[in-house]
């Protein structure tokens, strides 16, 4: 069974943990959430599609990303759901910690901080291994064609991020 810890609205680990998607959170207490934003020299930027067989958001275009494990650090987090879900180790990677923004859903129990990364590297497909599950398949996609899908309605957390795409 996986566990998240939980922060308090200063982004401190409370020293409890909640279990995963349990959605037990109190108003001010928040579980950490990653996204990590991985781009090549040449301004492009790896972005993979949602299996269809997803809940929410099937067949949207997204960044790598997912929650903190219990006793896990942020960039621990990035870089393990990065590799999990294509395959690319970034530790030699230019880049790092961006910026966090924090998300309320009062009496929902979902309360969340999301760390934003960008790493640059000089990586190409062969370097991919996509995670089946999680991915149904991935492009390198400019800024204004990732702008397009956010436009359309088809890309996930564009307008939180969008200054991560920006060099």
């Known amino acids: ?22 959605w037990c959170l109190k108003d001010g207490e928040y579980h950490l959430t990653v996204l990590g934003v991985i781009a090549r020299p040449d301004k492009t930027f790896l972005i993979t599609k949602r299996v269809m067989t997803k809940a929410w958001a099937p067949g949207w275009w997204e960044v790598s990303g997912g929650a903190a494990m219990a006793g896990e650090e942020s960039e621990e987090a990035v870089k393990r759901e990065i590799k999990e879900e294509t395959g690319l180790d970034v530790n030699g990677f230019l880049g790092g910690y961006l910026f966090s ?11 969340y901080f999301v760390d934003i ?4 590297g000089d990586f190409d497909e062969k370097d991919l291994n996509l995670q089946e599950e999680e991915t149904a398949g991935y492009m390198f996609a400019t800024h204004e064609q990732i702008k397009e899908f956010a436009n359309e ?3 996930l957390h564009y307008d939180s991020i969008k200054q991560a795409f920006e060099f």
Do not use: C
Request: hydrophobic share 20%.
């Open 117 to 120: 990364y960008r790493y640059v």
């Open 1 to 22: 069974m996986e566990f998240w810890d939980i922060y308090d609205e200063n982004k401190q680990k409370t020293g409890r943990t909640m279990k995963r998607n349990d």
């Open 101 to 111: 923004y924090k998300r309320e859903n009062p009496g929902e129990g979902d309360n």
């Open 153 to 155: 309605g088809i890309f």
